[in-house]
């Protein structure tokens, strides 16, 4: 399923999308149906959204009404966790929005990616738990921020984080629309 499957009714969709988003500066989206159409538009927040996967989905697209028209990694960690053959990234745009999609290169390479993902996700989870339970459910900004530097989970879930911005661009292919 390449760049070319989106037919010219879908691609005017996208490009609506990227004009509503850029005149509401929120993120907007829709799953991905086989073979390429897109569901019924999502409204998100100004730098989030969350597109449920439905039985038949085989991918999502959204907009960046600040950002390029490339995954974040919680785009990509969304990705993963969905475990969906693709995603389009649409550039907020008046006119001429630019749309990039972006499928796995390698099940094994992307299954990896995963797997960091996670770890990260557990390491500050845990960490999260543990300020919790020394400091009670909201613990002061200042006690949070003086844990947090001199913690080695930090340097490892900072580490984590690199390790999957800078692995993203090995691991999805991606193709301008």
């Known amino acids: 399923m390449g760049c070319s499957c989106f037919s010219d009714s879908e691609l005017k969709k996208m490009h609506h999308l990227a004009h509503i988003s850029a005149k509401d500066r929120i993120e907007y989206g829709a799953v991905i149906e086989p073979p390429c159409t897109l569901g019924p538009f999502i409204q998100g927040?100004?730098?989030?959204?969350?597109?449920?996967?439905?039985?038949?989905?085989?991918?999502?697209?959204?907009?960046h009404p600040y950002a390029e028209a490339v995954p974040s990694v919680a785009d990509t960690e969304d990705m993963l966790a969905k475990q969906d053959s693709r995603m389009c990234i649409i550039k907020a745009a008046f006119k001429s929005p630019d749309i990039n999609c972006y499928t796995p290169q390698s099940?094994?390479?992307?299954?990896?990616?995963?797997?960091?993902?996670?770890?990260?996700?557990?390491?500050?989870?845990?960490?999260?738990?543990?300020?919790?339970?020394?400091?009670?459910?909201?613990?002061?900004?200042?006690?949070?921020?003086?844990?947090?530097?001199?913690?080695?989970?930090?340097?490892?879930?900072?580490?984590?984080?690199l390790t999957i911005e800078r692995t993203q661009d090995v691991l999805l292919s991606r193709c301008s629309v």
């Open 45 to 63: 927040k100004a730098h989030e959204i969350s597109i449920e996967k439905t039985p038949t989905s085989v991918g999502s697209a959204h907009t």
């Open 107 to 161: 099940p094994e390479k992307f299954q990896a990616l995963g797997i960091m993902a996670r770890w990260f996700k557990d390491d500050v989870k845990s960490y999260v738990q543990g300020l919790v339970e020394r400091h009670g459910p909201e613990p002061k900004a200042e006690t949070m921020m003086e844990k947090l530097q001199g913690m080695e989970l930090k340097k490892r879930a900072l580490a984590m984080r």
